[in-house]
Nanobody, 123 residues
Framework: VQLQASGGGSVQAGGSLRLSCVAS????????MGWFRQAPGKERELVTG????????YYADSVKGRFTISRDNTKNTVYLQMNSLKPEDTAVYYC?????????????????WGQGTQVTVSS
């Protein structure tokens, strides 16, 4: 089972990036999915999550109105559209699959993790 995250890079403040997370080895269409991020010296935090059908989403206050999570279960893929990026968004971003169909804010509920993709936003 593997989650492959991609799409990270370096952008200037105000720019946009789109992250993708493709799952292989099993289908995650019945699992809630999340994007976490970890900045140097900080705890890994949940940025956004989406339920298995995509009808429920969660966003951390710091990204509301700027980030959008979506999923395509036919492609076993989750996306994170990040707009109006800020320097404080700089972190390694990880996608993860929850053990549950709903959104979970607890790291312990996420059983499968991708390898992370670096996002760097310069001012």
């Amino acid at each position: 089972v593997q989650l492959q995250a991609s799409g990270g890079g370096s952008v200037q403040a105000g720019g946009s990036l789109r992250l993708s997370c493709v799952a292989s080895g099993r289908r995650f269409s019945n699992n809630g999915m999340g994007w976490f991020r970890q900045a140097p010296g900080k705890e890994r935090e949940l940025v956004t999550g989406i339920s298995w059908r995509g009808d429920n989403t969660y966003y951390a206050d710091s990204v509301k109105g700027r980030f959008t999570i979506s999923r395509d279960n036919t492609k076993n893929t989750v996306y994170l559209q990040m707009n109006s990026l800020k320097p404080e968004d700089t972190a390694v971003y990880y996608c993860a699959a929850s053990s549950f169909a709903t959104i979970s804010s607890s790291r312990q509920d996420y059983r499968y993790w991708g390898q992370g993709t670096q996002v760097t936003v310069s001012s």
